[in-house]
């Protein structure tokens, strides 16, 4: 059974930080991607960041400069650092982990195979 674990969420004041964290366990992800995508009350669920298996990461605009994506896909674990964070940033937190190949493809929620359960973020102003 694949399982996806997020924890680290909470309550924090603009301009504060939080460090998420995802456990991923039952499957070899050696090879795989891991993203975060966030959902708000109300909207769909969006991308925030990635990392490939080489390392490479990648941010949606409003998270460039502020945010930070880690991981080590040999132990299935990815953290998400996030600095100066805005009451815009509230949402659940959602750890996903997807096969596909292609890096360009990683900021579409549809490539992505497994899913945590998310943790919820809220940042007051």
């Known amino acids: 059974q694949v399982l996806l674990i997020e924890s680290g969420g909470g309550l924090v004041q603009a301009g504060g930080s939080l460090r998420l964290s995802c456990a991923a366990s039952?499957?070899?992800?050696?090879?795989?991607?891991m993203g975060w995508f966030r959902q708000a009350p109300g909207k769909e669920r969006e991308f925030v960041a990635a990392?490939?298996?080489?390392?490479?990461?990648y941010f949606a605009e409003s998270a460039k400069g502020r945010f930070t994506i880690s991981g080590d896909m040999t132990k299935g674990t990815v953290f998400l650092e996030m600095n100066n964070l805005k009451p815009d940033d509230t949402g659940v937190y959602y750890c996903?982990?997807?096969?596909?190949?292609?890096?360009?493809?990683?900021?579409?929620?549809?490539?992505?195979?497994?899913w945590g359960q998310g943790t919820q973020v809220t940042v007051s102003s």
């Open positions: 996903a982990a997807t096969s596909d190949a292609y890096s360009t493809r990683w900021t579409t929620k549809s490539v992505y195979d497994d």
């Open positions: 039952g499957r070899d992800f050696r090879s795989y991607a």
């Open positions: 990392i490939g298996w080489t390392g490479s990461t």
